[in-house]
């Protein structure tokens, strides 16, 4: 009968690793055979000892272990040939991967091991992404637009197959028709994809002359695409079963559209918002007046700037903003104020701006403070700074 493995190490079967690894050392110290060369019967002890430690220490291992003890590794639990096909001599060496599906399948999503049980079968096709650049404008309306892309498509000469036309494929005979190989590995038993038929589990002894067994080619697909009015930038758009068509006739993968809204020349996008700079003369933010601004609509709409306007100051246009997705709700337009200072002023605008700086009175005083009570009061803060260091 078996030894029991824990009983091996002297510990319990809830050993934590640290007390496993700790029982390990203080045994194989003990009878290690430079240590005990009067004792013939040390060197069986010391390797007991290792075989344990070296199934324990394995999370997956021990698993297997406190299920079917033993028999997990000795090749008692089956094994044999490629999983559902013949050639058992060739690469059939025990079970464990059939016992790690069982332990793990479900978390694996039924997979497990070998990539589930069965007979041949095509490989899906690769997803695909494709970058669509649209204006700002397109994004607040919407649009339906098309794409050509280049992808692997459906060869139609063996119309997919891989077979030269007037043939058929063959079932593998490495694997059986398993599309997987097993390889003995110390006390694993691995599953490998079949080199010679790629996991497709047939293999192809006329290839098709245009796409060489494949059962693809290369070809410029067009498609129509839906763009939701209200998408924001960075967002994708799915559309399942039009990505690459998969080996010999596999299901095709999905497309994935990447949305990249172009810079706009006025408005800048903050979630439903959109913000637009507007510079405005010194004289109409002094006096008020009212300025045009665009609306992304491709309307106008007037905005009235209050006398006194500063530079960062912001209007809101209600509902002018960009559309909401899936929803008829729509955010606003915020105008940000942008002061101008005059600039290559001639001879007689400088002394007019001489006159009206020396009408506002010197600085200190009531007059300059009230017309300009920023810069004062930012003088003041000053003094009094200064005035605080030196106390």
């Not at 240590?35 to 390797?47: S, V």
Request: proline share 4%; hydrophobic share 30%.
């Amino acid at each position: 009968m078996a030894k029991d493995l824990y009983e091996t190490l002297g510990v319990g079967r809830d050993a934590s690793d640290a007390e496993l690894k700790k029982a390990y050392r203080k045994l194989a110290m003990k009878y290690h055979p430079d240590q005990n060369k009067d004792n013939p019967d040390a060197e069986a002890k010391f390797k007991d000892i290792n075989h344990a430690y070296d199934i324990l220490k394995d999370e997956q291992k021990r698993a297997a272990y406190d299920r079917f003890g033993e028999a997990a590794f000795d090749g008692s639990m089956g094994g044999g040939g490629p999983r559902g096909g013949a050639g058992a001599g060739a690469h059939g060496f025990g079970g464990f991967s059939d016992i790690f599906e069982d332990i793990f399948g479900d978390a694996m999503g039924g997979g497990g091991f070998g990539g589930g049980r069965g007979g041949s079968r095509a490989s899906r096709g690769s997803d695909m992404q494709y970058t669509f650049d649209i204006s700002l404008e397109d994004a607040y309306k919407g649009k339906e637009a098309k794409i050509k892309i280049p992808v692997n498509d459906t060869c139609d000469n063996c119309s997919g197959s891989g077979a030269a036309p007037g043939t058929s494929a063959s079932t593998c005979d490495t694997c059986g028709g398993a599309g997987r190989v097993r390889m003995q590995q110390g006390f694993f038993t691995v599953e490998r994809t079949c080199h010679t038929c790629g996991g497709a589990g047939q293999a192809i002894k006329t290839p098709c002359g245009v796409c060489s067994g494949s059962g693809r080619v290369r070809k410029d697909k067009t498609l129509k695409v839906s763009i939701p009015a209200g998408i924001e930038d960075g967002q994708r758009i799915r559309l399942g079963g039009e990505g690459e068509v998969g080996m010999r006739g596999g299901p095709r993968g999905d497309l994935y559209i990447l949305i990249n809204i172009k810079q706009h020349k006025f408005f800048r996008r903050e979630g439903p918002n959109l913000h637009c700079r507007v510079p405005i003369a010194v004289t109409k933010a002094a006096l008020g007046g009212e300025v045009e601004v665009p609306t992304i609509d491709g309307g106008r709409a007037n905005v009235k700037i209050p006398a006194g306007t500063q530079t960062g100051q912001q209007m809101r246009l209600r509902g002018k903003g960009m559309s909401a997705l899936h929803s008829s709700a729509k955010g606003d337009a915020i105008i940000e104020i942008f002061v101008e200072t005059p600039v290559k002023l001639n001879k007689k605008q400088q002394d007019l701006m001489k006159e009206l700086d020396k009408s506002f009175g010197g600085e200190g005083t009531k007059g300059r403070s009230q017309h300009s009570p920023e810069s004062s009061g930012f003088l003041n803060k000053m003094k009094e700074f200064w005035d605080d260091l030196k106390d």
